[in-house]
């Protein structure tokens, strides 16, 4: 397993991902450059199937292994939305700077003890042998009053971080990498991998 396919478009997922696998033997690929684009549809009710969904149609049609991930904002005080929705919500094409505002305005008087909120991730690996990895992570904080900070992308302006006391945004991306979602299940993820190249490599011996 020299390549992976990252089932995603989005270009931060991607340079989170390439930073945590480094250590890898494998060159992680964006499936656009890869010349992959299939056709998926997100109807998963959880992030594990969400996740599974992408990489087992990157897999499918690439005929090489594929990883993707499915993350996203639950907010307590929302009932967990908007959850699997996250990048949906309010529409695709809204921006996040719309959408930072509305749950701002949704929990304004929602005392500070009660917007407590997570970042969800679950990683899914799909190998051509049928062979399936996931590896899920969890990113505590609770819905700040403002947007903060230039870093980060999506929720990350909204999302104050207790332990750091400042907002996703306002962390510099190793900082983040260390305690965020994607960054906890990456690197569950890259001890699932590591653990099955040394299998592969025994069993070539």
Known sequence: MKRLLAATGN??????????LRG???TLIPMK???ISPEIVEDGETFAENALIKARAVCAASGEPALADDSGLVVDAL???PGVYSSRW?????SYHVKNAELVRLLQDVPDEKRTARFACVMACVFPD???LTAEGFFEGRIGYEERGENGF????VFFVPEKGCYSAELAPEEKNAISHRGKALRRMYELLEEKMAHE???RQ
Do not use: R, V
């Open 11 to 20: 270009a931060h997922k991607i340079e989170e991902m390439q930073a945590i």
């Open 24 to 26: 890898l033997d494998i």
């Open 33 to 35: 450059e890869a010349g």
């Open 79 to 81: 009932g967990g939305k």
């Open 90 to 94: 309010m529409g695709e094409d809204t």
């Open 130 to 132: 049928g062979d399936e």
């Open 154 to 157: 999506g929720y990350d302006p």
């Open 201 to 203: 490599d025994s069993h």
